[in-house]
C-alpha cells in the first residue's frame, strides 16, 4: 500500500528538492503536539554544490561528492558530476540514508581508491524511519575511480545517501503523521524524518499519511482511509492557514465511524505544520460530509483521541509509609489513603489512565483495589519495578524477568476481581539481557522498556502487537548517549524521562525524543530514586531523603514526603 506515495522521500532526496535548513527538535517542553519547527520556507538557507573544477585529486573528488549529496540544490545533478556517467545514471541515493558521527566521514587514498571511515550512528529508511544503531558501528565505505577524459571520476560508490549527524540536522525535519490504535479509541504517532520541503511540507504530510504507516509501526496500528485513497493533485496548498486536502473518490466508501477517524488522523498530522489553523476536506472538490464536523476543520479539532491526554483525573500517588496515597504537589501534601498491600509495605505504586484503579507492587505480590476501598485482589508474583496500566486498563508488570500482563485489571469490579489471569507475554528480540521493568505508552502500542546488560541497564522501545495473541517485538535502542538507565516513564506522546547516569557521574533526569534518541538534561535533587512524568504536569522524582520532589523552570524543589510518585497510566 505504500508503494505509489512512500516515493516521497525517494523522490524528493534523488531529485534534489531540499531548500531550506533546519534541525530536528531534540528537545522542548513536555506537551501534547509537540511543534516539528516552521514548516514553510521562511527560515530557508539555500545550500549551493559545487562542481568539479579540472585537476581534483581522488580524495578531493570524493570530498566534493559527499558535500555535493548532502546539498540537494539542484535535482543532485551537481553531486552526480562527480560520478563516471554510467554510475551517475545508475546511481540511486534515494533509497536510504546512513548517518555517521557529527564528524562524519574520514577520507584515505591509496592510488585511485579512496575509503572514507567513520561512526555509523543511525540509518533513514526509505520510508523516512530513523533507527539508532544498535551501538556505533566503525564503518569504511570504498570509493573506486576512474579516469574519464583525463579527469577522476568515482565508478564505485553505494546507493544511498552518507550523511554526518549534522547534515541531518540541518537538511531533515521530524515529523508525526497519525494513524490508530486496533480500537479506534486513540491516535499513535509515527515519526518520519523527511528532507526539508519548506512549502511543499503539507503535500509530504499528507502523501506519508494515505500511503500508511512505517514497517515498525505497520503490525500494531491501523488507518481509516480506505484502500486507493490518494490526492487527486499532488498538492495540498494552504490558504489562509486552511490545508486544502482534496482526496480521489476512493474515500467516499467509508462510513461514518471511519470518516470521523481519518478525519482526526488528517488534522493531527497537519497540525504540526504551524502554519496551519484548520483542514478542508474535499473529494474532486466537493465537500467530504464528517459527522459531527464543520467543513473547515480547527486545528484543535478531536481532542479526544489526542495520544498525550490524560484521563478524567491526573492527579499522582506516591508511596507514604508503605502505604499508596493520593499525591497533590500543588497542595505539596499526601491526601487520603487509597489502598494498601495485602502483603505489607509496599515499595512501587500505580494508578489506572482513568484514575480508579491502584496497584500497589512489591516483593510479595500486587494488590488491586479501586480507589479509596481496600485492595480486592492479590497477585502473589514477586515485583522489584513498577507496574505499568495502559489506556484500555491493562496492567503490566516484570516477574522474574518474565513479562507479565493482566487484562481488565482496571477499572476492578468486586464481582469480577480474580476471574481474569495473568499471562506470560512474549518478547522478541531479546537475547543476552534480561529484563527489568517495561512502561507503556498511554495509547497501549509502545513501551519504553529497561533491560540489564554487561555494561549497565539500557532504554529500548518495544511495539505492542496483537496478532493471534499479544506480543512485544521491534525492540530497538532509545538513547543515542551511552547512559545506564535506573527508571523511565512516558511524558507525552513523542517523549519519555528517565534517570540515568554516564559513566561514573551522577544520576539525573533526560528529557528523551522518541524518534531519534536524542537526549535534554534536566538535573536532579540529590540521590534519585524514582521518576514519574505526565504531559501537563510537572516532573516528579523520589529521592532517597523520603522527599518527592518536582520540577518548576529548571529547579527541583521539595513537594511533599513520599517515595515512588507516579501518575496515572
Known amino acids: 500500500m505504500r508503494t505509489r506515495t512512500r516515493r516521497t522521500l525517494l523522490a524528493c532526496v534523488a531529485s534534489g528538492l531540499l531548500c531550506a535548513c533546519a534541525t530536528i527538535p531534540t528537545s522542548g517542553p513536555i506537551k501534547a503536539g509537540v511543534a516539528v519547527g516552521a514548516g514553510s520556507g521562511a527560515q530557508a538557507i539555500r545550500v549551493i554544490a559545487a562542481p568539479p573544477r579540472a585537476g581534483m585529486t581522488p580524495t578531493e573528488i570524493v570530498q566534493g561528492f559527499l558535500v555535493a549529496s548532502a546539498s540537494f540544490s539542484d535535482q543532485a545533478a551537481t553531486a552526480r558530476e562527480y560520478l563516471t556517467p554510467a554510475r551517475a545514471s545508475s546511481w540511486h541515493p534515494g533509497i536510504g540514508v546512513q548517518v555517521f558521527a557529527q564528524d562524519g566521514l574520514q577520507l584515505a587514498a591509496t592510488d585511485s581508491d579512496v575509503s572514507a571511515h567513520g561512526q555509523l550512528v543511525a540509518t533513514i529508511g526509505p520510508t523516512g524511519e530513523y533507527r539508532l544503531a544498535a551501538a556505533p558501528i566503525s564503518k569504511s565505505i570504498p570509493f573506486a575511480l576512474t579516469r574519464v577524459a583525463g579527469q577522476w571520476r568515482i565508478s564505485s560508490v553505494p546507493d544511498g545517501l552518507l550523511l554526518s549527524e549534522f547534515d541531518v540536522a540541518r537538511a531533515f525535519r521530524s515529523y508525526d503523521v497519525y494513524y490508530f490504535d486496533p480500537k479506534f479509541q486513540v491516535l499513535v504517532p509515527d515519526p518520519l524524518t523527511l528532507p526539508v520541503l519548506g512549502s511543499a511540507a503539507a503535500t509530504q504530510v499528507v502523501q506519508n499519511l494515505l500511503a500508511g504507516p512505517t514497517p515498525w509501526y505497520a503490525k500494531s496500528v491501523r488507518t ?102 493520593g499525591f497533590s504537589p500543588s497542595t505539596a501534601s499526601p491526601t487520603a489513603a487509597l489502598a494498601t498491600s495485602g502483603s505489607g509495605t509496599a515499595p512501587f505504586a500505580a494508578i489506572s489512565w482513568d484514575g480508579a484503579t491502584v496497584a500497589a507492587a512489591g516483593a510479595g505480590g500486587i494488590s488491586l483495589g479501586p480507589i479509596g476501598v481496600k485492595a480486592l485482589r492479590l497477585i502473589n508474583e514477586s515485583v522489584m519495578a513498577r507496574p505499568s496500566f495502559d489506556r484500555f486498563g491493562g496492567l503490566w508488570w516484570v516477574s522474574l524477568g518474565r513479562l507479565r500482563y493482566l487484562s481488565d485489571a482496571a477499572p476492578l469490579e468486586p464481582k469480577i476481581a480474580g476471574t481474569q489471569r495473568p ?131 529548571g529547579a527541583w524543589t521539595a513537594t511533599g514526603s513520599g517515595s515512588n510518585p507516579t501518575y496515572p497510566g
Open 224 to 325: 481509516a482511509f480506505p484502500p486507493g485513497t490518494h490526492l487527486t493533485v499532488d498538492a495540498v496548498p494552504i490558504v489562509n492557514g486552511v490545508a486544502e486536502v482534496d482526496l480521489s473518490s476512493a474515500v467516499l466508501a467509508a462510513g461514518s465511524a471511519s470518516r470521523v477517524a481519518l478525519a482526526a488522523q488528517l488534522v493531527w498530522s497537519l497540525k504540526t505544520l504551524p502554519e496551519i489553523s484548520a483542514v478542508r476536506i474535499t473529494v474532486a472538490g466537493q465537500p467530504f460530509l464528517v459527522p459531527g464536523a464543520s467543513s473547515v476543520e480547527s486545528a484543535d479539532s478531536w481532542p479526544q483521541f489526542d495520544p498525550s491526554a490524560s484521563g478524567p483525573d491526573n492527579s499522582a500517588v506516591a508511596l507514604v509509609d508503605g502505604t499508596v496515597r
Open 423 to 553: 499471562v506470560t507475554i512474549a518478547i522478541l528480540g531479546l537475547a543476552k539481557v534480561s529484563l527489568v521493568s517495561i512502561a507503556v505508552a498511554r495509547d497501549g502500542i509502545r513501551a519504553a522498556v529497561i533491560v540489564k546488560t554487561s555494561s549497565g541497564n539500557q532504554l529500548l522501545f518495544g511495539r505492542v502487537s496483537n496478532n493471534g495473541g499479544l506480543l512485544l517485538d521491534g525492540l530497538r535502542r532509545g538513547i543515542a548517549i551511552d547512559l545506564d538507565v535506573a527508571a523511565t516513564a512516558w511524558a507525552d506522546a513523542d517523549h519519555v524521562v528517565v534517570l540515568g547516569s554516564v559513566a561514573d557521574g551522577e544520576p539525573q533526569a533526560y528529557l528523551v525524543d522518541v524518534a531519534h534518541g536524542a537526549s535534554q538534561p534536566l538535573g536532579a535533587p540529590s540521590s534519585p530514586m524514582s521518576i514519574a512524568a505526565l504531559s501537563g504536569q510537572p516532573i516528579l522524582i523520589g529521592a532517597a531523603d523520603g522527599l518527592v520532589y518536582q520540577s518548576i523552570g
